[in-house]
Nanobody, 115 residues
């Protein structure tokens, strides 16, 4: 079973930036479309960005123009560059397949945007 480990979260002021990483236990990014998800307190988990095997990307309306998803297949790592962060971006961020059948969820990484 694939293991996913997210990292890079933290506390940042509004307008700041963070880069999240998702390390996979195997070479999956050239096989499966992947996505970054987030879950804010009291809310359902939502998909914020996706990347296909060919490298095409899509973004949720709330993050479009501010977040960039990318991956390094050689390092089995996917990234989420987050710029111009807003308080409403505060959530636990996860990576997983962009598919109804998911890998086991990792522990996520907490992002808190606050002054």
């Amino acid at each position: 079973q694939v293991q996913l480990v997210e990292s890079g979260g933290g506390l940042v002021q509004p307008g700041g930036s963070l880069r999240l990483s998702c390390a996979a236990s195997g070479s999956i990014f050239n096989i499966y479309p992947m996505g970054w998800y987030r879950q804010a307190p009291g809310k359902q988990r939502e998909l914020v960005a996706t990347i296909t095997v060919s490298g095409s990307t899509k973004y949720g309306d709330s993050v479009k123009g501010r977040f960039t998803i990318s991956r390094d297949n050689a390092k089995n790592t996917m990234y989420l560059q987050m710029n111009s962060l807003k308080p409403e971006d505060t959530a636990v961020y996860y990576c997983n397949r962009d598919h109804p059948f998911k890998f086991d969820w990792g522990q996520g990484t907490q992002v808190t945007v606050s002054s």
